[in-house]
């Protein structure tokens, strides 16, 4: 089945602790990016990757970081969790010359205390 | 400030009825928009798309209809069904490039 998983689906966590989310797509997809969502504000693009090794920031990307070593995954990593990250954070991937169409991961609802 | 802006976070519409959602713009260089629908727990799914060289697309129950000189589009729904019921993402690019800037969103709840 063509999908986008991201792990783990919940996470509580404390103020400063590293931590990252997964991202998986089986569907060979060049694109790839990160979203976080917000009541009210919908979702904000964090960083976004056009294929190996080719990552360029969002609309919001301090605070996170990215990589991009396989085409399949692409990881979001906050090196210092802080409570304004708290949010419901989607992965997202596409064919390279339709990333309109993007494939949306089931979310991670990450909570920073 | 927000470029991509909808207005109404909720909508209630009886089955079988219209459903407008509508979505406004500030930037004229965004050149394709789009519709994205999203049920509780899980991710956001592409509804449905518009060039900016046109006025009009539909796919189904589904229509887009864009006004540039307005900075507008709005989402038709005929007829509305219990399962279209759902959070509605009006989205824009920029200049055929790789970012996606997403309104609010709405919430639709079709009555039976």
């Known amino acids: 089945e063509a999908q986008v998983t991201q792990n783990p689906r919940y996470l509580i966590t404390v103020t400063g602790k590293k931590l990252t989310v997964t991202c998986s797509q089986n569907?060979?997809?060049?694109?790839m990016s990160w979203y976080r969502q917000d009541p009210g504000l919908g979702l904000r693009q964090i960083y976004y990757?056009?294929?190996?090794?080719?990552?360029d920031k969002g609309d919001v990307p301090e605070g996170y970081k990215v990589s991009r070593k396989e085409k399949r995954n692409f990881p979001l990593i906050l090196e210092s969790p802080s409570p304004n990250q708290t949010s419901l954070y989607f992965c997202?991937?596409?064919?390279?010359?339709?990333?309109?169409?993007?494939?949306f991961g089931p979310g991670t609802r990450l909570t920073v205390t | 400030d927000q470029q991509v802006k909808q207005n109404s976070p909720s909508l209630s519409v009886q089955e079988g009825r219209i459903s407008i959602l509508n979505c406004d713009y500030t930037n004229s260089m965004f050149d394709y928009f789009l519709w994205y629908k999203k049920y509780p727990a899980e991710g956001p799914t592409f509804l449905i798309s518009?060039?900016?060289?046109?006025d009009k697309n539909e796919d189904g129950r589904f229509t887009v209809f864009l006004n540039k000189s307005a900075k507008h589009l709005s989402l038709h729904i005929v007829p509305s069904q219990p399962g279209d019921s759902a959070v509605y993402f009006c989205a824009a690019s920029l200049n055929a490039g790789n970012m996606l800037t997403f309104g609010g969103g709405t919430r639709l709840m079709v009555k039976p």
């Open positions: 997202a991937s596409s064919l390279h010359d339709s990333f309109y169409e993007q494939y």
């Open positions: 990757s056009m294929n190996v090794e080719v990552t």
């Open positions: 569907m060979n997809h060049e694109y």
């Open positions: 518009i060039s900016s060289i046109k």
